[in-house]
């Protein structure tokens, strides 16, 4: 293999004086013919045509850099492109979603007719319907303890928020019990129920939504001066409370309230 | 002196002087194209690959070891990408983009003066174009340094970052190779 490198290199002209002419002096034929074809080869090499010239410029260069420099400095996120608006799409659909979804109207009714909603549960009238208050709780009278309870009745309007000097708390759940001096009364119970006689509405919001819940026996203050006694069909309108219980309805999960007239339902223990 | 000045070109491009580059790129443009034109034997694919081999120069100016020489530095650059190149398919291109300049070629061989010697001499030389266009990117490339740009071994070894002996042994073997190849088309040529 050496002796054909050196041939090759003979051929090329890489080998110094001395060793040409030991290469030389020990080819045969066969060795003068590749030799002769390596340096043909040579030859043609040199004789191969130059390039054309070149369309390179310095501003070509420059444009490339500052291309090549953008690029690099803001790379393409593909995953914040393609989750990006998934991630938005999923939060909004877990927004909106239950937004849009009909929130049921609480249904109001009396604590001591949760057994009665029950056996009642197929025949619940619609929410849009409005079935009158019973007699008993109509006439203004306080109501006795055990006294037929109305029907479930449902509200067509929102119940009037109560003023300033009765206590309002929301039972959503929660089990606690009212203390009272009777410890065998349970809350919103018709024993609570009391005739109560509230403010005429001066046209501002209420400070609360409040559905009345009568859990707490108190002495209610004497009305103030702006506070009217509404005497059913005084004025030709009457106002209504909700007494709300800790009970939930069975159909709505809402808790359990009845709505009572005003007039006949006072607030104490 | 060249290589310092490269050295301080370079050091300047390296601490924000572009001016500094361009300098560079305009005394070892041509030298860089030749190579290139060389290993692709297509000037738009040679300008291509200069332009992307200074690019990359210019952004990894940081690598650059100053005891080399920025023109071995570019010409490895070169090599490797026209490997990708090759790597790529785009060789396959170039040859037929060869097929079809060979036929338009044939057509104009030879010179009112000896046609039939320089007939001879066009297909030898055409036919040893075809031959280098077919050498694999390694054997080509120190076909090019050597025998065609003329570089010594040991800028040859740089580029390929090999030994000196290491450099001579692949251009002997590239020369056998070529010659190996150019005999088919040579007698494709003389049928």
């Known amino acids: 293999m050496k002796r054909k490198d050196d041939l090759l290199r003979l051929a090329f002209g890489e080998l110094n004086d001395d060793a040409a002419r030991a290469v030389e002096t020990r080819s045969d034929d066969a060795d003068r013919a590749e030799i002769e074809a390596f340096r043909r080869l040579r030859d043609d090499l040199h004789q191969l045509p130059p390039p054309p010239p070149d369309n390179l410029t310095a501003e070509r260069l420059r444009a490339a850099i500052l291309d090549r420099e953008l690029k690099s400095r803001r790379p393409l996120n593909w995953g914040a492109l393609i989750m990006g608006p998934a991630v938005l799409a999923s939060l909004a659909f877990a927004v909106l979603v239950p937004r849009l979804r009909p929130q049921p109207e609480p249904r109001i009714v009396a604590r001591s007719e949760v057994?009665?909603?029950?056996?009642?549960?197929s025949a619940q009238p619609k929410f849009d319907e409005f079935r009158p208050l019973h007699s008993s709780l109509a006439s203004g009278d306080r109501v006795q303890p055990r006294?037929?309870?109305?029907?479930?009745?449902?509200?067509?309007?929102?119940?009037?928020?109560?003023?300033?000097?009765?206590?309002?708390?929301?039972?959503?759940?929660?089990?606690?019990?009212?203390?009272?001096e009777e410890p065998d009364r349970l809350p919103f119970d018709n024993q609570d129920l009391v005739t109560y006689n509230?403010?005429?509405?001066?046209?501002?919001?209420?400070?609360?939504?409040?559905?009345?819940?009568?859990?707490?026996?108190?002495?209610?203050?004497?009305?103030?001066?702006?506070?009217?006694?509404a005497e059913p069909g005084a004025t030709g309108k009457t106002e209504t409370v909700v007494i709300v219980s800790t009970k939930r309805d069975l159909e709505t999960g809402a808790p359990a309230a009845t709505e009572q007239e005003a007039s006949s339902v006072l607030v104490g223990g | 002196m060249e290589l310092e000045s490269d050295a301080a070109l370079v050091r300047q491009a390296r601490d924000g002087e572009y001016r500094a580059f361009e300098l560079l790129f305009e005394r070892h443009r041509l030298l860089v194209?030749?190579?290139?034109?060389?290993?692709?034997?297509?000037?738009?694919?040679?300008?291509d690959v200069v332009q992307e081999a200074f690019v990359?120069?210019?952004?990894?100016?940081?690598?650059?070891?100053?005891?080399?020489?920025f023109t071995t530095w570019i010409l490895r650059i070169v090599t490797n990408l026209c490997t990708d190149r090759a790597r790529s398919g785009n060789r396959r291109?170039?040859?037929?983009?060869?097929?079809?300049?060979?036929?338009?070629?044939?057509?104009?061989?030879?010179?009112?003066?000896d046609p039939v010697d320089n007939l001879e001499g066009d297909r030898r030389v055409d036919a040893l174009k075809r031959a280098l266009a077919a050498l694999p990117p390694h054997h080509r490339s120190v076909i090019?340094?050597?025998?065609?740009?003329?570089?010594?071994?040991?800028?040859?070894?740089?580029?390929?970052?090999?030994?000196?002996?290491?450099?001579?042994?692949?251009?002997?073997?590239?020369?056998?190779?070529?010659?190996d190849r150019v005999a088919p088309f040579l007698e494709e040529a003389s049928a």
Not at chain 1, 115 to 121: D, K
Not at chain 2, 56 to 68: P, S, T
């Open chain 2, 33 to 47: 194209y030749r190579f290139a034109y060389g290993m692709t034997n297509s000037r738009d694919d040679a300008e």
């Open chain 2, 93 to 113: 291109t170039t040859l037929e983009q060869q097929e079809a300049a060979r036929g338009l070629d044939w057509m104009t061989l030879g010179s009112p003066e």
């Open chain 1, 198 to 229: 509230p403010p005429i509405w001066d046209g501002t919001e209420p400070s609360s939504s409040a559905m009345v819940a009568v859990h707490e026996p108190q002495t209610i203050a004497a009305p103030t001066s702006d506070v009217v006694k």
């Open chain 1, 147 to 180: 006294a037929a309870v109305p029907p479930p009745v449902h509200l067509a309007e929102r119940p009037q928020a109560i003023a300033s000097g009765v206590e309002t708390r929301r039972h959503r759940g929660h089990h606690h019990r009212v203390r009272s």
């Open chain 2, 144 to 179: 090019v340094l050597r025998d065609l740009e003329g570089r010594e071994y040991p800028e040859i070894a740089s580029v390929l970052n090999c030994t000196v002996g290491g450099a001579k042994l692949r251009v002997l073997r590239a020369r056998r190779a070529l010659r």
């Open chain 1, 115 to 121: 057994n009665l909603m029950e056996a009642q549960a």
């Open chain 2, 56 to 69: 990359r120069a210019y952004q990894n100016l940081h690598r650059y070891r100053d005891e080399a020489k």
